[in-house]
């Protein structure tokens, strides 16, 4: 009998050891996500996880999280997300670590149609709760608790909310001051937020400290929808107001924003030379490269294959050819069993050719699964051209085991 078999022949007895045995993380994860991360369209668009979904899919899935009280940590990542993920590592797992990354930021959707990817519709925050407000016919509302913002401007956000007859209703506010991650952290505090038993959390705390907040706090929140959405709160409450929908759809909202919040221009302006140094260095030579290597599969006559090798404590999955979108569909049932032995895993990527945005997103997935599981996902065999691939995708992180 080979070691193969074996294996599969163990598969039994293993679920069974694993659903006495799973760690309170694994069980977090199935109430946070009853379907596997791996199922999600996610690309990786230079490090971060960006699922390509329009705005009614994420409000279905807002309110099915709401009617099941199914944990569901929603992250909008724009350009400011992506530049604070590529120097703080905490950050960037907040993003790794959410259940729904809808695109927020028009730099975002032009470096998809750079890269040929199909991201090609924003799904903001305040666009969020615009469609939320817009809904009227809802049998049921989403409660909803606004923590943080100036002063006064939670509280005048929820009039708002609470005037129209809308698909939402503000159910309590809470103004915490403008102390550290630690001081907002406080049990007085998480037990206020807990008391209000809303369906949706929205924070506004400044985008690194509302996201380093939920990600420290994730266990102590019981409000199944979690997420920070910024400026939504302030251009509810109305003491600044939204870009028209012609500026935004020309992608000028930024100008909208200094000209209504002139601190905002050192923020944009730090953020439009990152962005300017990663259109040089990252995507157009991703650019250059995807279509390449679309035209190079095109004309191969090579499959792409995968084969598993199971061994005592770990798992070999040994990939072929080009690992791209088309093939994302019959790869996700074999990471998914693999997934069921709660083992380390190495890729082996010394026959690649090539590797695309959607395929690095099913592993950052994949990697997600392995992590709440108490496992790796490592890499050998990688060639020059791979480490290129890493490297122009702001992937190299994946490669350090201690993370």
Not at 21 to 28: I, M, P, S
Not at 109 to 136: C, F, Q, Y
Not at 139 to 147: D, G, I, N, Q, R
Not at 204 to 230: E, F, M, S
């Amino acid at each position: 009998m080979t070691g193969l078999e074996v294996a599969f022949g163990r598969k039994v007895e293993q679920r069974t050891r694993l659903q006495a045995d799973l760690t309170h993380d694994r069980l977090e994860s199935a109430v946070r996500n009853p379907q596997s991360d791996l199922t999600r369209a996610v690309y990786c668009i230079l490090g971060i996880p960006v699922d390509a979904i329009d705005l009614a899919t994420v409000i279905t899935r807002l309110q099915d999280a709401a009617a099941n009280r199914r944990t569901l940590l929603l992250s909008t990542p724009n350009l400011n997300f992506l530049v604070n993920s590529l120097s703080d590592r905490e950050f960037r797992q907040s993003l790794l670590d959410s259940d729904l990354c809808p695109p927020d930021g028009a730099p975002l959707i032009w470096i998809s149609k750079l890269t040929g990817l199909p991201i090609k519709e924003r799904a903001a925050g305040s666009d969020i709760l615009d469609e939320l407000r817009s809904r009227t016919n809802e049998k049921t509302k989403l409660s909803v608790f606004l923590f943080g913002g100036a002063t006064g401007v939670a509280s005048a956000a929820a009039d708002t909310l609470n005037r129209s007859s809308s698909a939402i209703r503000c159910v309590g506010t809470l103004d915490p001051g403008f102390g550290d991650v630690e001081k907002l952290s406080e049990e007085q505090i998480i037990q206020e937020v807990n008391a209000s038993r809303a369906d949706f959390l929205i924070v506004a705390l400044g985008a690194q400290k509302g996201q380093l907040w939920l990600q420290r706090n994730h266990d102590r929140l019981t409000i199944p929808i979690r997420a920070h959405l910024g400026a939504a709160i302030n251009f509810q409450a109305g003491v600044i107001k939204r870009a028209p929908a012609v500026v935004r759809a020309w992608g000028f909202e930024w100008l909208w924003r200094i000209k209504e919040e002139t601190y905002l221009w050192k923020r944009y302006s730090n953020d439009g030379q990152v962005l300017l140094r990663l259109l040089l260095t990252r995507v157009l030579p991703l650019a250059i490269l995807n279509s390449a290597n679309r035209m190079r599969e095109r004309c191969s006559r090579q499959n792409f294959s995968l084969r598993q090798i199971f061994k005592d404590d770990a798992i070999e999955i040994h990939l072929s050819g080009f690992a791209s979108e088309r093939h994302v569909a019959n790869v996700i049932p074999q990471l998914d069993r693999a997934l069921d032995f709660n083992r380390d895993i190495t890729l082996d990527f010394s026959n690649i050719r090539a590797i695309d945005a959607r395929f690095l997103g099913l592993l950052m997935m994949f990697r997600k699964e392995l992590k709440i599981r108490r496992a790796r996902l490592l890499f050998t065999g990688l060639t020059p051209a791979a480490k290129r691939i890493f490297r122009l995708n702001e992937l190299y992180y994946m490669l350090a085991t201690e993370e």
